[in-house]
């Protein structure tokens, strides 16, 4: 029997398995891309936006280890959401802890506890530094090897950010229709300015503290809430003058608060619980037979 538990932030829900609980060699047939887009599909698994496993950490210094695949089965290096759904679950586990230091793909991310808004559980992570150098990273081609970004006549200059994973953020002049922002969208991900794909938003800035958020998530599409694409919008309208730290970002699925301090990147949001319980044995016949 193999435990489960679902998680979501504003709408951005996660299936999540602890391998500190159930151990690492019961769970390891897991990690397979068509497990994972079953495990995420309404039709056939639970329905999610992604997959996240609590593991053993590789320094004794940290907690615990995040490993997430998003729904088309690719694995990601970060997700502020399925941050907090991990940090509630570990606390869960360990109750006595009221901070957990998260090891993800490059960096470690701080957990705290902030105790119940409007019921529901409330944690802050510290995210750490933007980078703004995608080319270095690789995530972005050379100035004088991209492309220009023209889609119907229209130019985009993009404000690239890294909160753990590429953000390219539109500041729009003009809203954008649903249909538009979804060939957009799927146009820039997949770009070959990007070589390893990259997420998307459209923001539009209400005020120097408010800015009104849509997101193309890498792997998943147009999502209802994306945490580090709030840090990178915050981030890259901060840089341009554009907005000002505490930020309020109004994403379809609800507000994420994004704070600068420093270098530092602070995001605050809640945990809504889903479901837990065990999948059938029958759910995995074909995969552990193969």
């Not at 840089?239 to 995001?267: C, D, H, Q």
Request: charge should be negative; aromatic fraction near 8%; proline fraction near 4%.
């Amino acid at each position: 029997m193999i435990s489960f538990q679902k998680m979501h932030h504003l709408g951005n829900s996660f299936v999540f398995f602890s391998e500190i609980e159930e151990g690492s060699e019961s769970l390891s047939f897991l990690r397979n891309p068509e497990i994972i887009k079953m495990i995420c599909d309404p039709g056939t698994g639970l329905g999610s936006d992604g997959v996240v496993f609590l593991r053993s950490p590789a320094n004794s210094e940290n907690h615990v280890r995040m490993q997430m695949f998003n729904k088309d089965g690719s694995e990601a290096e970060m997700c502020a959401n399925a941050l907090l759904g991990l940090g509630h679950k570990y606390l869960q586990i360990f109750p006595s802890h009221n901070a957990v230091r998260v090891e993800t793909v490059g960096a470690v991310r701080e957990i705290v506890a902030q105790g119940a808004k409007n019921n529901l559980p409330t944690y802050k992570i510290k995210l750490g530094k933007i980078n703004f150098d995608l080319v270095g990273s690789g995530d972005l081609l050379p100035e004088g090897k991209r492309k220009p970004l023209i889609w119907q006549e229209e130019k985009f200059e993009p404000v690239y950010a890294s909160v753990g994973n590429p953000h390219a953020v539109l500041f729009m002049k003009s809203p954008m229709s649903s249909d538009s922002m979804l060939s957009v969208g799927a146009w820039l991900e997949t770009h070959s300015n990007h070589p390893k794909r990259i997420n998307v938003e459209f923001a539009s800035v209400v005020n120097e503290h408010e800015v009104a958020v849509n997101v193309w998530e890498r792997g998943c599409g147009i999502t209802s809430a994306c945490g580090t694409g709030a840090a990178a919008v915050a981030a890259a309208g901060i840089k341009n003058g554009k907005l000002k730290s505490p930020v309020t970002v109004k994403m379809p699925g609800g507000e994420i608060l994004i704070e600068i301090a420093g270098e530092n990147v602070f995001l605050t949001g809640s945990v809504t619980e889903v479901a837990s319980g065990h999948f059938s044995a029958a759910f995995f016949n074909k995969f552990l037979k193969d």
